[in-house]
C-alpha cells in the first residue's frame, strides 16, 4: 500500500544548526512522484520541491538540500544554518503514475520544526 | 493572478448548522481537493474532483457534499455540522496528481 512516514513528529534546534528531517515512502508504483511542502506559522501551504522516480540527483536550493535515496525509499529534505524564519511545519507527500491512488497525494504527518534563536 | 481563493477566512457555526465553504480557481486546472487539517495534525482528504461534472471521496467525507459543476469552482458544503468537524479546510488544486499543488489560504471553521 502506498503510505509516508515521518517518523519526526517535532524538531527543536538552535539557530544556526543544520536539521535533517525524514521522509519514508512506500509504493509499488516504478513511476512516482515525491514532494516536500512547507507550513509556516501563518498557515499557508507552499511548494518546495518535486522529484520524479527516475531522477535521483540531489538537489539543493541556498540552505537547502534534498537526499533521495531509491534503496531505501527515502526523500530527506536538510536545512543547512537553519534560520528562525525556518521554523514551520513541514510535510512530504507522493504521488503515483499508475497506482491506486493515482488521483490523490499521499501525504506525511509532518514534521514541526522549531528554530530557536 | 488570484489563483486559488477561499472564502470566508473565518466561520464560527453553531451546531447542527450548514455551510458552503467556497473554493474558486483562476488557473483552469481539471484536478481540485478539499482537505482538512485538525489541530497540530496532517492533511485529510475530504473529497476530489478530477473535472467538471466528477466528484469522488477521499479518506473522511462523512458530513459533507462537493458539486463541480464548472472547472473554476468547487465548492464543499457541510449539512448539520458538528463539534467534530471544527477545523481548517484547505482547497487545492493540480493540473494533474504528479504536478505541484497550489493551495488556498484556508478557512478556519469552528462549530460550537
Known amino acids: 500500500a502506498q503510505k509516508v512516514t515521518q517518523a519526526q513528529t517535532e524538531i527543536s534546534v538552535v539557530e544556526k544548526e543544520d536539521v535533517t528531517l525524514d521522509c519514508v515512502y512506500e509504493t509499488r508504483d516504478t513511476t512516482y512522484y515525491l514532494f516536500w511542502y512547507k507550513q509556516p506559522p501563518s498557515g499557508e501551504l507552499v511548494f518546495l520541491i518535486r522529484r520524479n522516480s527516475f531522477d535521483e540527483q540531489n538537489e539543493i536550493s541556498g540552505r537547502y538540500s534534498w537526499n533521495f535515496q531509491k534503496s531505501t525509499s527515502s526523500f530527506n529534505f536538510t536545512i543547512t544554518a537553519s534560520q528562525v524564519v525556518d521554523s514551520a511545519v513541514y510535510f512530504c507527500a507522493l504521488s503515483e503514475a499508475r497506482g491506486d491512488s493515482n488521483y490523490q497525494l499521499i501525504w506525511g504527518a509532518g514534521t514541526k520544526l522549531i528554530i530557536k534563536p | 493572478n488570484a489563483g486559488v481563493t477561499q472564502t470566508p477566512k473565518f466561520r464560527i457555526l453553531k451546531i447542527g448548522q450548514s455551510m458552503t465553504l467556497q473554493c474558486a480557481q483562476d488557473m483552469n486546472h481539471n484536478y481540485m481537493y478539499w482537505y482538512r487539517q485538525d489541530p497540530g495534525m496532517g492533511l485529510k482528504l475530504i473529497y476530489y474532483?478530477?473535472?467538471?461534472?466528477?466528484?469522488d471521496k477521499g479518506e473522511v467525507p462523512n458530513g459533507y457534499n462537493v458539486s463541480r459543476s464548472t472547472t473554476e469552482d468547487f465548492p464543499l458544503r457541510l449539512e448539520l455540522a458538528a463539534p467534530s468537524q471544527t477545523s481548517v479546510y484547505f482547497c487545492?488544486?493540480?493540473?494533474?496528481?504528479?504536478?505541484?499543488?497550489?493551495f488556498g489560504q484556508g478557512t478556519r471553521l469552528t462549530v460550537v
Open positions: 474532483s478530477v473535472g467538471a461534472g466528477i466528484t
Open positions: 487545492a488544486t493540480q493540473t494533474a496528481v504528479r504536478t505541484e499543488a497550489f
